[in-house]
């Protein structure tokens, strides 16, 4: 089958990294991505990595994929107000256009 | 501006009458999706299209209908709605071996 798991809830401090996990189940990912949903908007993609890749940084996001565990996790360091909103993770299972996402993970950041 | 697009954004409905959701994109891109997203649930995928004349049930396919008879437009239909339809879709176009997917802003349909 095909879950993807995600805490429900995350809450940090203005300044302080943030990490956000996801497990999935299909290991024969390719890609696996993380989303922003901002309150009344829709999806804007974060970042992505390769199924063959351990790690990827893109200014304050790192993102780290343990396979052998099936574990996603994004990290954003230096978290800003702006940083609140909802984060999804998604993997490509293979088929076309075929996303599984995760159930979202809510970042509230506090000053 | 490189964009997908839906409308409309907001609808109220009641039970059995019929709606479209429409969905366009402007960026040539060969796949797109519909999906809905509920509170605990995430987002699933309804109907996903890997070009034109091909389309494909996601997950959660019952109750709904789509056709891409043109590369830029993939409308998604209800031919008669039902309150557990009520929910915040999202129409998404991708492309090339990423699928990295751009969505659309969403359409919060409401079936009384």
């Known amino acids: 089958g095909e879950d993807v798991e995600q805490s429900l809830f995350l809450s940090v401090r203005e300044g302080d990294s943030s990490v956000i996990n996801c497990t999935y189940t299909?290991?024969?990912?390719?890609?696996l991505y993380w989303y922003k949903q901002e309150p009344g908007a829709g999806l804007q993609l974060l970042t992505y990595?390769?199924?063959?890749?351990d790690m990827k940084q893109d200014q304050r996001l790192t993102v780290l994929l343990n396979k052998k565990d099936k574990h996603l996790s994004l990290r954003i360091a230096d978290t800003q107000t702006g940083d609140s909103a909802i984060y999804f993770c998604?993997?490509?299972?293979?088929?076309?256009?075929?996303?599984?996402f995760g159930t979202g993970t809510r970042l509230q950041v506090t000053l | 501006e490189a964009q997908v697009t839906q409308n409309p954004r907001y609808l109220i409905t009641v039970t059995g009458k019929k709606l479209t959701v429409t969905c366009s994109q402007n960026?040539?891109?060969?796949?797109m999706s519909w999906y809905r997203q509920d509170p605990g649930l995430g987002l699933r995928q309804i109907y996903y299209?890997?070009?034109?004349?091909?389309?494909d049930k996601g997950d959660v396919p019952e109750g709904y209908k789509v056709s891409r008879k043109e590369k830029r437009n993939f409308p998604l239909i209800l031919e008669s709605p039902s309150p557990n339809q009520t929910s915040l879709y999202f129409c998404?176009?991708?492309?090339?071996?990423?699928?990295?997917?751009?969505f659309g802003p969403g359409t919060r349909l409401t079936v009384t």
């Open positions: 299909d290991s024969s990912s390719t890609y």
């Open positions: 960026m040539n891109h060969e796949y």
């Open positions: 998404a176009s991708s492309f090339g071996r990423t699928r990295e997917q751009y």
């Open positions: 299209s890997m070009n034109v004349e091909v389309t």
């Open positions: 990595i390769f199924s063959n890749m």
């Open positions: 998604a993997e490509n299972t293979g088929t076309a256009s075929k996303l599984t």
